[in-house]
């Protein structure tokens, strides 16, 4: 059960499909081109193809636990997180301002990918490391930033995200955890925490906790959350890791999947915590990290699908059962037309999100350089990327199941872990429907689909330069778009038209808004990646090019029934 | 986590949308009308909410486990087999003649959705034993009757099916288990047995294994198989339980899902077994117990997806978080429209799969009265159940899931497990793609669409008689009927078209085709629900309206795409 990175796709969307090498070498003052990119990204193929893959499966099946108030991280963790920190990837994307590598998403968008598919359980830790060191250098003092920055940037010290409570999930207007001002500055926490990813274990030297609480007098609602620092382990004045803090794990839960991912409910009684940012905006300062953690999220999602998808594909070229139709005897089940089917339906949706996920990290890098317009895009399509992949990926690890047979029911086979794994990623870091509340209402309605029409009228303006392509499927794949882009045309505008007399159907009709723009948008760079292979010969053009076709017949289609079920809204 | 049984719902779907009294009257010699079914229904209603759904969960955890050589299932199990047979409830579908109750299947299928809802890993032990019991009233010998039927429907022995083994999964050619006969008229089985399910187990006093093996010089393939009954037991000159006969379990294997049915690994050493059926013909014999067996694992996956939605939808009723745009504060999150969309979602391919239900079934009954048209009716769609229930049921309790956000993930919640115990429904029994095959090159093709054809032109007839009733709801439903009718039409008249000079196309094609005819079928069924309710003033009137209407709009509309995707055939 091998797992092989996909170096390979990204080298050619980064240099064929965006062409970005001008791009990469302006972002970062000539230090990354292509070639750079490339050499970086393997490296870290290779230490999650080596040290994280292993782990995976054994980490599933140990679990994390509590035994006597500590949590025990399973077999080999400790020494995987020690090299992770140890081969730097822990800074690659953050800001050099921050003491990172500051490498432009471009690069470490698709690293995500790698990390979660090799071991999502793994990755959830650092990626949360990587959301609070954001979250502080954006709003933290200088004096927060001396003290946390560096031990989290060097993976000693790792982060998490303190929001839900029993009755505050989805809904964090009902926290009811406080804090309390103590005569030093500091601030005493009090209140229960739970469903807190990698909320404790031994890994690191200290877990830094950024924890959304209500101060006294604090006016009711979203209006009164502030964010406190609150480390498992208090700070000498030295900054040094000194006594425990008040936190207790007070339980693990028993979940579906991501084993090896300690999930903890987090009692605070009398722990000491650091106000960061201003007073009742700590829901402003949370976002930061939120939105870092839910495009990764996202980009679990594809990372598990991909695994998945590979782990069936290896099975199906390898198993015999049956002679396929047309096909010679001893023709492996990966002959079988259904079987055929199910792979390339994979294969495509998966070669679909990396297209998106590298043009939207380009938006990303882009707006961080200044440009508005890409900004604009990058913000659309956030809610995009996290749940359109993370559904996509539920459906891709289900399929990789059905083509094991019965074997893959079984557990030992591994790919049960994927399905079961994939499935926490439509509903962490903020559930399909509110991603597609967010794209519906702050990115949609609230500029009347101005970015949504300029996002179309980009892809338009590609469909004119793949007309000048002669070949059948880049012919048929204009067509369908050109029917994908008008459909999701009328969707914006139908949304738009209903915004402020029907809110309820715009809100029953948001997910699959949602869902077309991620269909739409992987169709349009799978078409983009078909013209480049065409004119580069890239040694994979046949294989993009049956992506391509088969998509536009399975997938792009698809827009038409999710537009005529979003035409009807709300039925009840 | 309480389990209400749809009793009103069947009730309804034989009283008014089939107008079934006279024909149940008619088919058991007026011995049972409609109320007299649905008293029997709603009496195995209560066994299954008192006796089988309290062990669904902890049978979960528990799990079967093989100890020391033994097989033992979880806490409780052997009482509520002995309750179900001490009910009766194994011979109610089994013919009088060979000494059940012989109840028409348009009550008893249903039924099955009531063990599946309650406990599914229970329903397979019972549904196996009644699949074998037709095996032996359909092939065996009078001597076999006699010796094996009455403890089997009395619930004293089980039945199992031995196909498959590690090389020879769908593909029942590759199959290597041997048969010698021995002086006595008997045989001696040798070879290894896999995913048996309930192979071994203490519930029943003995177990009654239809073993699939190879005869010395029978042909290769499928033509060279025949069926053995091999009991765990042996039996004596009277035939009461002997010795134990040489079959050993070697595992038991870990499984995503129904944990608590033992899924075995068999290894016959030099056990003892007798002819089934005419040697040779193995295959046909075993394919009366697959037949049985595969509508079963259909309305399987209906069952588990009822139970995950009831608890989707209670859970929605029950828990606060947000207002609900256009709605109270204190309005549960069923009241948010993108909930809403999920459950009735949900509600209305169950409504609409229990409409298909009924109607095969009914097909079934009349099948066996010497309808000849209602045969091919109820063998054309046998697959389709088969392979649509369980694929929906797949997304509807993944769905569940998500209606649950985080809480979903946590096993003690209950919901993951009908996730898990759901994957299996469209694999086992003969994948969906098998069940394709078989609608396609059996049931399509051969006979040119002939069978397809009459069954469209049912159900234009019905559209014509859904034109008359003055409702918009119905209005939109014939408008989009009329469209999925006229696809599937096409879809059909383009295999048949292809079926000889385009083989793999039409294999590529079949799971879609298949999912079109289910989906067909399910707003066919709404349809007419609703025009009954409408006719009679159900108190569920609104209800059967708002799902026939948004099964429409979400579900009909997914015919387009299926049918666009089936045109272009196979993509490679």
Request: aromatic share 6%.
């Given at each position: 059960?091998?797992?092989?990175?996909?170096?390979?796709?990204?080298?050619?969307?980064?240099?064929?499909?965006?062409?970005?090498?001008?791009?990469?070498?302006?972002?970062?003052?000539?230090?990354?081109?292509?070639?750079?990119?490339?050499?970086?990204?393997?490296?870290?193929?290779?230490?999650?193809?080596?040290?994280?893959?292993?782990?995976?499966?054994?980490?599933?099946?140990?679990?994390?636990?509590?035994?006597?108030?500590?949590?025990?991280?399973?077999?080999?963790?400790?020494?995987?997180?020690?090299?992770?920190?140890?081969?730097?990837?822990?800074?690659?994307?953050?800001?050099?301002?921050?003491?990172?590598?500051?490498?432009?998403?471009?690069?470490?968008?698709?690293?995500g990918e790698l990390w979660s598919a090799a071991n999502?359980?793994?990755?959830?830790?650092?990626?949360?490391?990587?959301?609070?060191?954001?979250?502080?250098?954006?709003?933290?003092?200088?004096?927060?930033?001396?003290?946390?920055?560096?031990?989290?940037?060097?993976?000693?010290?790792?982060?998490?995200?303190?929001?839900?409570?029993?009755?505050?999930?989805?809904?964090?207007?009902?926290?009811?955890?406080?804090?309390?001002?103590?005569?030093?500055?500091?601030?005493?926490?009090?209140?229960?925490?739970?469903?807190?990813?990698?909320?404790?274990?031994?890994?690191?030297?200290?877990?830094?906790?950024?924890?959304?609480?209500?101060?006294?007098?604090?006016?009711?609602?979203?209006?009164?959350?502030?964010?406190?620092?609150?480390?498992?382990?208090?700070?000498?004045?030295?900054?040094?890791?000194?006594?425990?803090?008040?936190?207790?794990?007070?339980?693990?839960?028993?979940?579906?999947?991501?084993?090896?991912?300690?999930?903890?409910?987090?009692?605070?009684?009398?722990?000491?915590?650091?106000?960061?940012?201003?007073?009742?905006?700590?829901?402003?300062?949370?976002?930061?990290?939120?939105?870092?953690?839910?495009?990764?999220?996202?980009?679990?999602?594809?990372?598990?699908?991909?695994?998945?998808h590979q782990q069936a594909r290896d099975y199906a070229?390898?198993?015999?059962?049956?002679?396929?139709?047309?096909?010679?005897?001893?023709?492996?089940?990966?002959?079988?037309?259904?079987?055929?089917?199910?792979?390339?339906?994979?294969?495509?949706?998966?070669?679909?999100?990396?297209?998106?996920?590298?043009?939207?990290?380009?938006?990303?890098?882009?707006?961080?350089?200044?440009?508005?317009?890409?900004?604009?895009?990058?913000?659309?399509f956030s809610p995009i990327v996290k749940g359109w992949?993370?559904?996509?990926?539920?459906?891709?690890?289900?399929?990789?199941?059905?083509?094991?047979?019965?074997?893959?029911?079984?557990?030992?086979?591994?790919?049960?872990?994927?399905?079961?794994?994939?499935?926490?990623?439509?509903?962490?870091?903020?559930?399909?429907?509110?991603?597609?509340?967010?794209?519906?209402?702050?990115?949609?309605?609230?500029?009347?689909?101005?970015?949504?029409?300029?996002?179309?009228?980009?892809?338009?303006?590609?469909?004119?330069?793949?007309?000048?392509?002669?070949?059948?499927?880049?012919?048929?794949?204009?067509?369908?778009?050109?029917?994908?882009?008008?459909?999701?045309?009328?969707?914006?505008?139908?949304?738009?038209?209903?915004?402020?007399?029907?809110?309820?159907?715009?809100?029953?009709?948001?997910?699959?808004?949602?869902?077309?723009?991620?269909?739409?948008?992987?169709?349009?760079?799978?078409?983009?990646?078909?013209?480049?292979?065409?004119?580069?010969?890239?040694?994979?053009?046949?294989?993009?090019?049956?992506?391509?076709?088969?998509?536009?017949?399975?997938?792009?289609?698809?827009?038409?029934?999710?537009?005529?079920?979003?035409?009807?809204?709300?039925?009840?």
């Amino acid at each position: 059960m091998a797992y092989k990175a996909p170096v390979a796709d990204y080298d050619f969307l980064w240099r064929h499909v965006l062409d970005a090498e001008r791009q990469l070498l302006d972002m970062t003052g000539g230090a990354l081109g292509v070639d750079d990119a490339a050499a970086v990204f393997a490296a870290a193929a290779d230490f999650a193809v080596s040290e994280l893959h292993p782990l995976n499966a054994s980490g599933d099946r140990e679990g994390s636990v509590l035994r006597d108030g500590r949590v025990v991280t399973p077999t080999g963790f400790d020494e995987a997180f020690r090299g992770y920190a140890r081969g730097g990837w822990m800074g690659v994307e953050i800001p050099t301002e921050l003491g990172g590598e500051g490498m432009p998403h471009l690069l470490t968008a698709p690293m995500g990918e790698l990390w979660s598919a090799a071991n999502s359980a793994f990755g959830l830790c650092t990626g949360l490391t990587v959301g609070a060191i954001h979250a502080i250098g954006a709003v933290g003092s200088p004096e927060q930033k001396q003290t946390f920055l560096s031990p989290m940037v060097e993976g000693r010290w790792t982060g998490t995200m303190n929001l839900t409570e029993p009755q505050a999930g989805t809904d964090l207007a009902a926290i009811r955890t406080t804090a309390t001002p103590n005569e030093d500055g500091s601030w005493r926490v009090r209140g229960q925490k739970i469903f807190i990813t990698w909320g404790d274990h031994e890994l690191s030297e200290n877990i830094v906790h950024l924890v959304l609480a209500r101060t006294p007098g604090a006016p009711d609602g979203l209006a009164g959350l502030s964010l406190f620092i609150v480390p498992k382990f208090r700070l000498d004045a030295n900054g040094a890791v000194g006594e425990r803090n008040d936190i207790t794990t007070v339980a693990l839960e028993h979940k579906l999947g991501i084993h090896a991912s300690p999930t903890c409910v987090l009692e605070y009684e009398n722990a000491t915590g650091y106000l960061l940012g201003d007073l009742h905006r700590g829901l402003t300062s949370m976002f930061v990290m939120m939105n870092v953690s839910r495009m990764g999220i996202g980009v679990q999602g594809l990372g598990i699908a991909d695994r998945a998808h590979q782990q069936a594909r290896d099975y199906a070229q390898q198993r015999l059962q049956g002679t396929p139709v047309g096909r010679d005897r001893g023709t492996p089940i990966a002959g079988h037309p259904d079987v055929a089917r199910l792979l390339t339906s994979s294969a495509s949706l998966i070669s679909a999100a990396r297209g998106v996920l590298v043009q939207v990290a380009l938006w990303q890098d882009l707006a961080e350089q200044g440009d508005e317009t890409a900004r604009a895009a990058a913000d659309f399509f956030s809610p995009i990327v996290k749940g359109w992949f993370t559904e996509e990926s539920v459906r891709i690890t289900s399929d990789a199941v059905q083509v094991h047979g019965g074997a893959g029911f079984i557990e030992e086979t591994g790919v049960a872990q994927h399905y079961r794994d994939a499935r926490i990623t439509p509903i962490y870091e903020g559930t399909t429907a509110i991603q597609a509340n967010d794209l519906v209402g702050r990115k949609v309605i609230r500029d009347s689909g101005a970015v949504a029409s300029t996002l179309l009228d980009a892809i338009d303006k590609d469909i004119v330069d793949l007309r000048a392509v002669d070949h059948e499927v880049v012919d048929r794949t204009v067509e369908r778009l050109e029917r994908a882009v008008a459909l999701v045309r009328q969707a914006t505008a139908t949304l738009v038209s209903r915004s402020e007399e029907r809110p309820r159907d715009v809100q029953a009709a948001s997910v699959n808004y949602l869902t077309m723009w991620g269909l739409l948008a992987g169709g349009w760079m799978l078409a983009r990646s078909v013209t480049a292979a065409l004119r580069v010969d890239d040694v994979d053009t046949r294989r993009r090019t049956v992506e391509a076709d088969f998509y536009g017949a399975h997938h792009l289609s698809r827009i038409a029934s999710l537009h005529e079920a979003l035409i009807a809204g709300e039925i009840a």
